[in-house]
């Protein structure tokens, strides 16, 4: 077998080979669009489950609004149009026929053209508040709180398996308000609930922010963010939340009336998550080795594979096997007992370990006779024996251990590579020696984002929310600053 | 209020009229596709959750594929795009601009078509088929099992909520195996999680069967599907379960080695049910009042009104409503106390009549001094005043005698419309005058099928799969016959 790139000597490609190599995800023949594969599948349907139950939670409903946006509903949206809407999947045509010169060949039927062409989903803005205008008249009718989970479609030029692709899954959210103030909390409420999923069961620590002028969603008056940081020192964007003003409900003439009759524009929310959260996941945790998974996110969270020579010892270890197993699903742990008899133990270490399963679980029949088991954390590769009686326990503990300890570590790493600079020397050296993320006073100016942007690759990542106001001086322009932005390259 | 339209009076208008009064879908501003609003979705969620967990417990697992086929995948599997494939939305282009003569319009920018269009999927055999390829060497590979949850887009022209749209939702699940005897056991076994389904929670008696020629999926070598009956006596297919014998994995070369080394076209099978099912749950159990939930399926399976004058009846009613409702809970019941101060008792009782919830309890102070409250079953629309003291046990027996009395009354309207007719003439008469099903005697040709469907609009629903041998001869043609088959107007 050959050997595994490591992060050390190609960060892109262990990444890429890794997201394979674990059966995450593969490219399609489609240009940019991506097969996801039944375990990375698995991991998305748990982060499915925890986000969509806390939406809930918090009073949203799920339904589904059509795929395709007619482009005229583009143009009454300006300024979103300006953003990535253009970069789209464009249906021109709604019927193939057989060339009539080639019978094993199909063409684009040219009766068949579109009277009006169709975009495939970029976002559902645009349909949602043309659906929304119908479903409000009157303040009775607000709060909506709705989010939807879809497929969408942007025409990425340079895709990567779970970064970037053309398709990708994900959830929006779409809520309506009658008051500026109400449709705020609800922004920052929703990034609440991204950032307690990523910190919580993830165990990938984030960044609660605001975006600069130019990295906000285009229709959006504010674009709060969480900002994770990769194992190479790079941001990744894990969720935005937009509070949009009355920007839609103006494209799309959607007014309701007060308890006092006068009509008025709605206020706006959108929020999202995508399968991109599969890249962070795997980026903050993965070693050389493969996957590590967050217990509370592994389809599998405990592996056990027989040790034996012989059918007599195969019966003699499956019995503890299948014991341990039950005892394991009744404490809510998932787990796959391997008794595949085509490969060797060690085959099976290899897989779990590629896989990223939080706890291996070895029974051999002299371990057995001395009632005992092998147990292999996959976070800190540690080995230890322990009494078979009641190592479900011990296993639960674990599970604890290891969501929190992948969480401390990556907080650690991330905390060690925040750093505050003052001058724009330092940071272009620092940033290029060590990567990483930088607090730096910057005076606001799309200019001097731009102009940091051309010279060394980073851009702001985000104003935190808990960034303490601190008078200083932009370290390009020597403009006055009223606190500290994040700056650092990004996926 | 204008009166709602009955059945008898007009049954498509009748189905229209529920499906966007009951707050389940309507019509969007994209030709054909629908909105699923967030009751309807709630709906199609608690359906999903019981499949899916059906699926994985029958072994599969799920992924996702992209939603676009390039052409030439279509043109690969010759027999496909010759069905349904061809009334598809094909993309040609990747970008909009900036119209140069009318700056607030875009316009499809020439430069950037496609080499090769792409189809959005209107199933997904050739992509998925096109993947298992590099996945399937040997026989250990096999089986793959394989389910997807996914929209796809098939331009209908005439299209009605829920039974007909270009744009649905639905699951597809693709397996793979070694063996034609091992693909015919999935493709049977599926039908039957499909019948289970239907009948134990959708409450909907179906007709297992085999499809005959012309209604055959294009790829398939066998299309088995489960057909129910509608009020108003159409037939309606609910899910179709398809042996697909090697047709995919020669169109795309899928072989594997098996045991001996021997390479082997893979045997597959296909099978589906979709959005449309909500369509069925709505025309098998609904009144002229409103939805009729089966309790399993049902999103709000009690409504609790309270019923006061004064602020101190209101905390009166509302102490006995709030414990019933954590009562119900406790044993798993979802409950909705509404007490909107808005809306009076009689609009409440009436909204979930129209939203089919199952059971409505009233609570009001002078039920309420005797120990009493006011239970209206949907099904029935039965009233009764019973014991406060224990009635969440009566509740919960009531939600097993709803599911149960929905489907022994589907299930008896259906047989009662149900029957043997053995001359043509007395299979038109009754056809016209009392709709239903027709179990008749048939010679197994295209024609005579043809013949019937052109005359009569009837067409053969399926060979049903407990159909008992019986020698006659074809009602149409005089030719002989092995079984009779299921003919009626479909939906």
Redesign the interface.
């Known amino acids: 077998m050959a050997k595994n790139v490591t992060r050390e000597e190609d960060y892109s490609k262990w990444y890429n080979d890794l997201v394979f190599r674990a059966g995450l995800a593969?490219n399609?023949?489609?240009r940019g669009?991506?097969?996801?594969?039944?375990y990375g599948?698995?991991i998305?349907?748990k982060m499915q489950a925890q986000l969509d139950k806390r939406f809930k939670e918090t009073g949203h409903?799920?339904?589904?609004?059509?795929?395709?946006?007619?482009?005229s509903?583009?143009?009454a949206e300006?300024k979103n149009?300006e953003g990535f809407?253009?970069?789209?999947?464009?249906?021109?045509?709604?019927?193939?026929?057989t060339d009539p010169n080639d019978k094993?060949?199909?063409i684009?039927d040219p009766e068949a053209k579109l009277e009006e062409?169709?975009?495939?989903r970029p976002t559902s803005e645009a349909?949602i508040w043309?659906?929304y205008k119908?479903w409000i008249q009157s303040y009775?009718d607000l709060p909506i709180l709705?989010n939807q989970w879809?497929?969408v479609?942007r025409?990425e030029m340079r895709t990567r398996l779970f970064l970037r692709t053309s398709?990708f899954?994900w959830q929006e959210g779409h809520t309506a308000h009658a008051t500026k103030a109400e449709a705020i909390v609800e922004a920052e409420k929703m990034l609440d609930v991204y950032s307690e999923f990523a910190e919580e069961f993830m165990a990938m620590p984030v960044i609660r922010g605001k975006k600069g002028e130019s990295e906000r969603f285009a229709g959006a008056e504010e674009t709060y963010c969480i900002e994770a940081m990769m194992q190479d020192g790079r941001a990744l964007q894990a969720g935005t939340s937009h509070f949009l003003g009355q920007n839609f409900a103006k494209a799309f003439d959607v007014k309701f009336a007060d308890k006092e009759g006068k009509l008025e524009h709605v206020w706006a929310t959108s929020w999202g998550v995508s399968t991109r959260l599969m890249g962070a996941l795997v980026m903050t945790h993965s070693d050389d080795e493969g996957l590590v998974l967050p217990p509370k996110l592994a389809p599998i969270q405990v592996a056990i594979i027989p040790i034996y020579k012989s059918p007599e010892e195969l019966t003699l270890v499956s019995e503890a096997a299948l014991e341990l197993t039950s005892k394991l699903k009744e404490l809510g742990i998932s787990v796959k007992y391997d008794d595949d008899d085509?490969r060797r133990p060690g085959w099976k270490f290899a897989e779990y370990e590629t896989k990223g399963v939080p706890v291996r679980v070895a029974i051999g029949p002299r371990d057995l006779a001395e009632g005992k088991v092998e147990l292999v954390r996959r976070d800190t590769k540690e080995k230890s024996i322990v009494d078979l009686a009641g190592v479900e326990h011990t296993i639960a503990q674990l599970m604890e251990d290891i969501q929190n300890n992948l969480f401390e570590r990556a907080l650690k790493f991330k905390n060690d590579r925040i750093q505050k600079v003052d001058t724009y020397t330092e940071f272009k050296e620092k940033l290029e020696k060590e990567g990483g993320f930088y607090l730096v006073h910057w005076d606001g100016t799309i200019e001097t984002e731009a102009l940091i942007k051309a010279e060394t690759q980073a851009t702001i990542r985000c104003i935190p929310l808990d960034s303490p106001e601190e008078d200083g001086v932009c370290m390009v322009t020597g403009k006055p600053s009223k606190f500290r932005v994040v700056l650092a390259k990004a996926y």
Chains 1, 2 share one sequence.
Request: with cysteine.
């Open positions: 593969e399609s023949a489609v669009c991506m097969v996801i594969k039944p599948y698995a998305w349907e409903q799920n339904a589904y609004f059509p795929l395709f946006v007619p482009k509903m583009f143009e300006e149009a809407a253009k970069e789209c999947a464009v249906v021109t045509h709604y019927r193939l026929k094993t060949k199909l684009v062409e169709l975009i495939v349909i043309s659906t119908g009775r709705i879809a497929n479609v025409w398709e899954l085509n």
